[in-house]
């Protein structure tokens, strides 16, 4: 029995060792890891009437409006950071077997979280406690404001008056679906392991991609190892793209030394 114990305790041990060398976050920032339908509303054809658009935060919708694109990537710093936010993503182009890459910016994010504030105002549902005695125009007026924050929450007129103009780049099959396969990768293997400490500030950094019939996200803030490669090189992507300076085969080497 003592044997038996011993062992057991070997393999634990062991088992917790393997699990250490193989974790991307350990002891980092707090992380939220989605898999979800992509659509919720089916069209009249092959695609979607409406995404889910569930994963997304404000900052995400003013940047990508209503749709999920294969890639994602968003960025957002503090205002004692880079004090900017910065996205990107890929849309595929079927008809001539090409893809279009867009980039984004947006400064100052003391005007961003004013932005953010305006939007969940307007968005987000009053809950009223059942025993709370309210008087019903009062009542009445929570309600219509919940009926119409239902039906504002995923309208893109409500976001795209905050939607920077993205510079779109038409990029090659090989380099986008590199891309595509990296992030999908992350995303499909990202352990942690530890606690998260307390950091008041820092950035954050979301990969999104979708498979198939899902749509994947993972928001970590203040990555680590394979995700801070990443999220360097979508930055780095980023600020190409804006300064008209892509350039692909130097993103593929680094995408390729990613393990």
Same mark, same amino acid.
């Given at each position: ?21 193989? *974790? ?21 054809? +092959?695609?979607?009437?409406?995404? =889910? ?6 900052? %995400? ?25 910065? *996205?990107?993503?890929?849309?595929? =182009? ?16 003391? +005007? ?27 009542? %009445? ?9 239902? &039906? ?47 950091? *008041? ?52 080497? &680094?995408? =390729? %030394?990613?393990?």
């Amino acid at each position: 029995m003592k044997k038996f114990i011993f062992t057991a305790c070997i393999f634990i041990f062991g088992a917790s060792h393997i699990v250490s060398q193989n *974790a991307e976050h350990i002891d980092g920032g707090h992380f939220l890891k989605r898999i979800e339908y992509n659509g919720i509303i089916r069209g009249m054809n +092959t695609g979607f009437a409406q995404y =889910n658009l569930e994963s997304k935060s404000v900052l %995400e919708k003013i940047f990508f409006g209503e749709t999920n694109s294969p890639v994602e990537y968003v960025f957002r710093d503090s205002p004692e950071g880079s004090n900017e936010a910065l *996205a990107l993503r890929i849309i595929g =182009n079927p008809e001539n077997d090409s893809c279009r890459l867009e980039v984004m910016k947006l400064e100052d994010m003391h +005007t961003i979280y004013k932005w953010e504030r305006n939007i969940s105002a307007q968005t987000n549902e009053i809950v009223i406690p059942h025993d709370l005695n309210i008087l019903w125009p009062d009542r %009445e007026l929570i309600q219509k404001h919940n009926k119409d924050a239902f &039906l504002l929450r995923n309208n893109d007129s409500l976001y795209q008056q905050y939607r920077p103009a993205p510079k779109k780049i038409m990029v090659s099959v090989a380099f986008a679906g590199k891309l595509y396969s990296q992030v999908k990768t992350l995303i499909d293997g990202f352990k942690a392991e530890g606690i998260p400490p307390t950091i *008041a500030d820092g950035y954050e950094a979301t990969f999104r991609c979708v498979v198939e019939n899902e749509v994947w996200t993972l928001t970590i803030h203040i990555p680590q190892r394979k995700a801070l490669e990443l999220s360097n090189l979508c930055r780095q992507i980023i600020a190409d793209g804006l300064n008209n300076e892509i350039d692909e085969s130097k993103y593929l080497k &680094l995408l =390729n %030394e990613i393990n």
